[in-house]
């Protein structure tokens, strides 16, 4: 079992920085994936950013609506992926959820921050 808790969320006024971290804990082995998603009231859950790493090295993936603005990292020693968000926006204001995909198919989420920009 993987366990997951985001962190870091908070009021942020509108052009300000936040910086999310998600820790993982548990049977942490075979990571496909993971990645932030953000969920705003009355609509669907989004992806917001996606890491994973291979032969290649890292990848990452981002949302047109972000980019530029966010980055996301993992720190494997740590078990730890953060999301840094500069420049944030009022339509940024949103659940933040990460998410862990493992190559066996499984799929595991925190219990997510929430994010507010607001003047």
């Known amino acids: 079992q993987v366990q997951l808790v985001e962190s870091g969320g908070g009021l942020v006024q509108p052009g300000g920085s936040l910086r999310l971290s998600c820790v993982a804990s548990?049977?942490?082995?075979?990571?496909?994936?993971m990645g932030w998603y953000r969920q705003a009231p009355g609509t669907q859950r989004e992806s917001v950013a996606l890491?994973?790493?291979?032969?290649?090295?890292?990848?990452?993936n981002y949302a047109d609506s972000v980019k530029g603005r966010f980055t996301i990292s993992r720190d494997n020693a740590k078990n730890t992926m953060y999301l840094q968000m500069n420049s944030l926006k009022p339509e940024d204001t949103a659940v933040y959820y990460c998410?862990?995909?493992?190559?066996?198919?499984?799929?595991?989420w925190g219990q997510g921050t929430q994010v507010t920009v607001s003047s």
């Open positions: 998410k862990l995909a493992t190559m066996s198919g499984s799929a595991y």
């Open positions: 548990g049977s942490i082995f075979s990571i496909l994936a």
């Open positions: 890491i994973t790493s291979g032969y290649s090295g890292v990848i990452t």
